[in-house]
């Protein structure tokens, strides 16, 4: 079955359907304040998150679909701060990426994974720096 993946930013043709019915689907939001006169202004820099779901679907174009609605249910002005006094929302930017879980959910499954490319040692090496162990106590 043909359907489509994104990948990077890019909308492709693929075969890449999930036998499992699980996928792996991301989403890009800003934090924007309504009344600022910035909101819109590419150059200006916005606290951003990418959020990560995990969705049950029969193919990937339907995976696609429910994490552009996710992200989009997301985007509701509310009044933000601490106390409460300026309104503001998380603008849904647009789904980054949608992979296919190809094995069963459970513990240790593989559900997401980047092709980083050709890379020096030393930077592999710094990517994946040692994670110092817990002291026994």
Do not use: C
Request: aromatic share 10%; proline share 6%; charged share 30%.
């Amino acid at each position: 079955m043909t359907g489509k993946m994104l990948r990077g930013g890019h909308l492709a043709e693929t075969s890449w359907e999930s036998a499992e019915g699980w996928y792996v689907g991301s989403y890009v939001q800003r934090f924007a304040v309504l009344d600022d006169p910035r909101i819109e202004d590419s150059e200006a820099r916005f606290p951003t998150w990418e959020n990560t779901v995990l969705i049950r679907a029969g193919s990937i174009a339907e995976a696609f679909a429910k994490v552009e609605r996710i992200g989009r249910e997301a985007d509701t002005p509310y009044l933000a701060g601490d106390p409460p006094g300026v309104m503001a929302r998380w603008v849904f930017e647009g789904v980054t990426e949608v992979l296919p879980v190809y094995e069963p959910l459970e513990d240790g499954a593989e559900i997401m994974w980047a092709d980083l490319g050709r890379k020096k040692l030393k930077n592999i090496r710094l990517r994946a720096a040692a994670r110092e162990e817990p002291a026994d106590d």
